[in-house]
């Protein structure tokens, strides 16, 4: 068997598999760790990174993170982020979890680099966890770009921003966002994947080579569950990834992190700025 290489030490939680199932699992597991492989198997689901799951207990399964990878046993491709079709196979399931380990890397370290972009103290630089909420006022100085070809989602999307007091401004293709992010700075972006002309996809590229953008939160919209598609949008430069239909409980909790991050952001840069001024 090939080896398997990770970046950062992994939890995984087991929820409803059998003992022979199981059993796969920590074989494979159980080999890479010996070549290296940081991974630990946890009893506790809300510590884990990485959720393996069957069919019918992923039905069971409540709250789950948005920077949790769930792995599911199943033919259905429209479960969890992952998929495995039984019956297992140790050939098969170290492929798979070769894919698994990657996607857990990428949205470990777009967690990451939102929490060590969210705040400096004076003395010392420090990643924190939950930076601090916006108050309204500060919400109502945010705009927010929408960018879908559809007029159904920029509308639900205009009302789910009204609701945390965020302004917004909309385009219906990547070519008309391009033109608008020349214009102003937008605090935050929501972006489709699927539209006429440039897809999302090109569209984030362009907008991230904009040294303007480079930091802007760029939220992706996809109807796909493919977990390939939300590595490919991190790695065309987005920042999260919502699945649509947009679920309010979903759109609101993203929101509310990556608004308080900018709100955070934007005080550091005014203080820099600030202190700058003082120096020169």
């Known amino acids: 068997m090939n080896t398997i290489n990770n970046k950062n030490n992994i939890c995984i939680h087991f929820v409803g598999l059998q003992s022979r199932e199981r059993m796969i699992f920590e074989r494979v597991i159980n080999f890479n760790k010996t070549h290296g492989l940081q991974v630990q198997i946890c009893n506790d689901i809300t510590s884990a990174h ?79 966890s939950e930076p601090n909420e916006p108050s309204d006022s500060e919400k109502a100085m945010l705009c927010a770009l929408v960018i879908d070809d559809s007029s159904a989602i920029r509308k639900q999307l205009e009302l789910e921003l009204r609701i945390s007091k965020v302004a917004a401004d909309f385009a219906e293709s990547g070519e008309q966002a391009l033109e608008k992010v020349k214009q102003r700075q937008f605090d935050l972006i929501f972006l489709d994947i699927m539209m006429p002309g440039i897809d999302g996809y090109e569209t984030c590229k362009l907008i991230r080579a904009n040294t303007e953008y480079k930091k802007t939160p760029i939220i992706m919209l996809s109807g796909k569950t493919s977990p390939l598609d939300e590595v490919q949008g991190i790695i065309a430069g987005a920042t999260s990834y919502l699945t649509k239909p947009v679920k309010s409980a979903d759109f609101q909790k993203v929101l509310a ?24």
């Not at 069919?55 to 599911?72: C, G, K, M, T």
């Not at 098969?92 to 990657?102: P, R």
């Open 50 to 128: 990485l959720v393996i799951s069957t069919e019918f207990a992923f039905s069971r399964l409540r709250q789950i993170e948005n920077d949790q990878v769930i792995w599911v046993i199943t033919k259905n491709v429209a479960l969890g982020d992952i998929q495995i079709e039984p019956p297992l196979f140790i050939s098969q399931v170290m492929k798979v979890l070769e894919n698994a380990i990657k996607l857990v890397n990428k949205k470990q370290e777009v967690k990451h680099s939102i929490q060590a972009s969210a705040s400096k103290t004076t003395h010392n630089e420090k990643a924190i």
């Open 257 to 280: 992190r990556v608004t308080a991050w900018v709100t955070n952001f934007k005080a550091e840069e005014q203080k820099k700025k600030q202190l700058l001024n003082r120096v020169t």
